[in-house]
């Protein structure tokens, strides 16, 4: 089965287009499960939260960049938490990785074969090649990032480029290789910020086919209702909503687990009725 | 003491602008030093690359790649290669990082703080904010990926695009944003690849005062003489040509160690000469 294929499942069985990040904090880890620094606590704390909101998502997506930095064991503690997760719920990690030839290949291998994510997202900065290692596994997917959420973005993603005839903003070119992408792969989806709801719908319309995951609700403060109209498809789905710190430290507790059950309801279903509008 | 000083004071202790990358392939480490996939071997194989070369060099650059696709004991073994490593040569982690916020903040700490390297390799399609963690560290330093050296690299870099008042490829903006960062920060350097000479000589023209990591001689084809030509600052200096492949696995016998000893004394001297053209 394609990711896209186990993702639709997914998401019509649970009746959401919610994704949970799962980002382990030190900062903000429940004290009583065991020491922030022990990277054991970080797999206690995420085992309650995937039993929590298991029903309730379309999908899992875990930040590497929180996970190294507990070491080593913080690597072994993002590998376990991928078996956490039943196997009929996709996980995207998001590596934000790009790199070229051989290193991609030593990546791609990691990421797909030996830790077993369904998905990855990429930097598209190197090009094509660059990203083939990724986009050329049929059962896979490639979220590549096109406009991301944080507020310098525009720095280098809308400076205005001419290409192919047309002046507009790197970030619709990148949707545009994307695209190509995809009609050469099958594989690929986009990274959008939901705190550019405009700029969302411009790359929706431009990539009508494929799935974007938003981050940035929530804490990051984009509009939820915004960012559902514009990220829509056709078939009123094709998007992953990603929320983290939100959910995940709904509360800190020994009842986060429920607290982070009761957002994540909430949250899926602001969602389904932002769809329904 | 800034990361420039260390480096200078390297390059000039081993009359040297190589930069050995420490990029572990199992298919190629020599069978002697223990099971390809046991990241022990890759210590162990670093180790003598290492006490063979130290003399020689101005830097070390391991590539994450390499070591996450050994899973957690691979980082264990990157954190142990760079301990092994004389304190007075800098060591530039290859992770190719970009993320936002609190990410940025976790990889900036792990890289940094807890594993200990003195800079790191960065995407820049996020924009300032997204390297801010990084930049901000005054005795470390950021190699900010500007053109690459892999085929396909024009994907997106030579794009053209206008910015203030300029029409010129993307990766020449990405150059100008990169000096406006040195400007503000003062530990930013550039990533132009050994197989693009004359992007090499435009990136120099435009950023006469940046460190440049230049990958790419040797295995994947770039000339060692243009390039050099191409990258020198004013002061005849100002570039690290890193060789991977060529240097570590020159030989796969007993004798490996001497071997690439070799071929690091040839390039060190070769990169001299073409310094005195």
């Known amino acids: 089965m394609s990711f896209r294929e186990r993702l639709q499942a997914a998401s019509e069985r649970n009746g959401s287009l919610l994704c949970v990040g799962l980002d382990p904090d030190p900062a903000r880890l429940p004290s009583h499960l065991g020491p922030a620094d022990d990277a054991r606590t970080v797999v206690a704390f995420n085992r309650a939260i995937i039993e929590a909101t298991a029903d309730l998502v379309c999908a899992y997506k875990p930040n590497l960049g929180f996970y190294l930095a507990y070491g080593p064991a913080g690597v072994e503690a993002l590998i376990e938490t991928r078996r956490l997760i039943p196997p009929e719920i996709p996980v995207i990690l998001d590596a934000k990785v790009g790199d070229l030839g051989n290193t991609s290949i030593a990546y791609a291998r990691a990421y797909f074969e030996a830790w077993d994510f369904d998905a990855v997202t990429v930097h598209p900065y190197m090009g094509e090649d660059s990203l083939e290692p990724f986009l050329s596994r049929a059962d896979r997917a490639v979220f590549v990032l096109v406009k991301t959420s944080n507020p310098g973005s525009g720095d280098l993603q809308d400076l205005l480029v001419t290409d192919d005839g047309a002046t507009e903003p790197l970030y619709l070119r990148v949707a545009a290789r994307a695209r190509r992408w995809q009609e050469r792969f099958g594989t690929c989806g986009l ?3 939901a705190t550019y709801p405009r700029q969302l719908a411009e790359v929706r319309e431009r990539c009508p086919d494929l799935p974007i995951l938003v981050p940035g609700v929530g804490a990051q403060g984009g509009d939820l209702t915004a960012t559902v109209q514009a990220g829509l498809d056709e078939s009123g789905a094709g998007i992953l909503i990603n929320a983290a710190r939100g959910v995940i430290y709904a509360g800190s507790g020994p009842d ?11 949250l899926r279903d602001a969602i389904n009725q932002a769809r329904r509008r």
């Open 191 to 193: 990274v959008v910020g």
């Open 256 to 266: 986060f687990a429920e607290a982070s059950r009761q957002v994540a309801t909430d």
